[in-house]
């Protein structure tokens, strides 16, 4: 076993589908994995943090992995983003976690099923995971990757829809630790002259709630989407990553002044539109794909001194109706846009959904500052009304530097 690391003797399987087999990596149980003393050397240079994961579903199953208290708390908490952030290998969406051909470590969300008598396996959960706590991890970790060809995969929360946090047998860095987040009142990109400007640096486990909650402490505003989980500067940023205020003050890659990345040869970069300018242009809305983005600077702009917010729901009686409701709102989204309306709505019959503000998550960030009007209208049984909607969203203008109250 390897000095420090953290392994449990347990039966788990240890079942590759064919397609993978034949995959140009070395996985775990292939002889040119790295062998049990490669893996205690490597440990030591990531702080004694790199864990031969379990999957986390391991404790509702028969045998010696069941704990039948951990069992409990995990099928009470199945759905709860926040919990599942802090199970290391769990995704958000658990049809990621199992194989095409079906295999994993699925958890009843019943507690009256379990303990299950079937075979937990890793499926598409990773096999080991460094927590990385460093840059310094990071590059350590992404040169062991590549020295030994492993499936590697960066997981920063596993919000990811398309799964692209995990994967069978894949030798994981998870960024959830790196937190930090600075002010720099005045800076400017390294190697570029410029004129300084105010920016924020977050490091790249740091949530949208997590960076609206830090510029919120450094009295500015900084774009972020609508999950309070989801990561800021991981998938969403490397994605494009749009928010309620994109239309004022552009996407998140708009945003980035610059990024410190660790590129597949191990080696930390810094790129902005001075130096590794064609990285910078592939990182902001290419994904993860060209590196390990380990720090980011922002811009940041200053706070709003009051917005007014109108939320509600439009219940149709047809499916006529709501078809005529989504278009007619739809249709007038770019006039709204330009009188400084903006907000999230979701789509889904009956519903036509608005909600600028999530009250919960808005009131304690750095989106509002000052005071806060949220006016309510009210949920109608025929959408024909919906001709009147401008009306309603009269009331939901941004007035940057007044004191706007809702008239409602
Ligand atoms: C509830 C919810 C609300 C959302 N709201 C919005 C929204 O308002 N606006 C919006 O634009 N999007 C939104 N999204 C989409 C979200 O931005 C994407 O799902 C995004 O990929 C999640 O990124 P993550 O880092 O949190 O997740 P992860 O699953 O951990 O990572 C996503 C991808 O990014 C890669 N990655 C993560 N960290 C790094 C890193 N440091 N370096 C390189 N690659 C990395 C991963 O390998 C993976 O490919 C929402 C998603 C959810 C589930």
């Given amino acids: 076993m390897a000095a420090g690391l953290t392994l449990l003797s347990l039966s788990l399987s240890l079942i590759f589908s064919s397609a993978l087999a034949a995959a140009p990596y070395c996985l775990p149980g ?3 994995f790295p062998s049990a003393k490669e893996l205690s050397s490597f440990n030591t240079t990531v702080g004694g943090r790199l864990v031969k994961s379990v999957p986390y579903g391991a404790v509702c199953y028969a045998g010696a992995t069941y704990d039948a208290e951990k069992c409990a708390t995990l099928v009470a908490n ?14 958000m969406y658990t049809n990621w976690e199992v194989t095409e051909d079906g295999t994993g470590c699925p958890v009843p969300q019943d507690i009256t099923l379990t303990p299950v008598n079937g075979t937990c396996s890793y499926g598409n959960l990773a096999s080991y995971i460094v927590e990385v706590a460093s840059t310094q991890d990071i590059v350590n970790s992404v040169k062991f990757v590549a020295k030994h060809n492993l499936r590697f995969r960066i ?13 069978a047998g894949s030798f994981t860095i998870r960024t959830h630790h790196l937190q930090g987040t600075s002010f720099i009142p005045a800076f400017v990109p390294d190697g570029c002259k410029a004129t300084p400007e105010p920016a924020l640096m977050a490091e790249a486990g740091v949530s949208v709630h997590g960076l609206y ?10 774009i972020g989407g609508i999950g309070r989980t989801v990561g800021a500067l991981g998938g969403y940023i490397l994605g494009g990553g749009t928010g309620i205020f994109s239309h004022r003050n ?14 597949a040869d191990g080696k930390l970069r810094t790129v902005n539109r001075c130096q590794n300018s064609d990285l910078f242009w592939a990182l902001r809305g ?18 709003l001194k009051a917005t007014n917010a109108v939320t509600g729901t439009l219940v149709s009686n047809s499916t006529e109706t709501w078809d005529s409701v989504v278009r007619t709102f739809v249709d007038q989204l770019p006039a709204l846009f330009e009188k400084g309306i903006t907000g999230e709505w979701i789509a889904s019959y009956p519903y036509l959904v608005c909600a600028p503000y999530n009250p919960q998550f808005m009131l304690t960030h750095a989106l509002l500052q000052g005071h806060h009007f949220p006016a309510t209208f009210r949920a109608g049984r025929d959408a024909r009304f919906s001709r009147r909607l401008p009306l309603y969203f009269r009331h939901a203008y941004l007035h940057p530097g007044s004191d706007q109250r809702s008239q409602r």
């Fill in 30 to 32: 292939d002889s040119c």
């Fill in 155 to 167: 997981k920063n929360t596993g919000h990811d829809y398309a799964g692209r946090s995990s994967g």
């Fill in 78 to 91: 199945f759905v709860t983003d926040e919990f599942r952030l802090e199970i290391s290998d769990a995704l």
């Fill in 250 to 263: 552009g996407l998140g890659v708009d945003n980035v002044l610059q990024f410190e990345v660790v590129t």
């Fill in 213 to 222: 909650a830090a510029a919120d402490g450094f009295n500015r505003t900084t």
């Fill in 286 to 303: 290419g994904g993860g794909t060209f590196g390990v983005t380990t720090r980011a600077w922002l811009k940041s702009h200053p706070p």
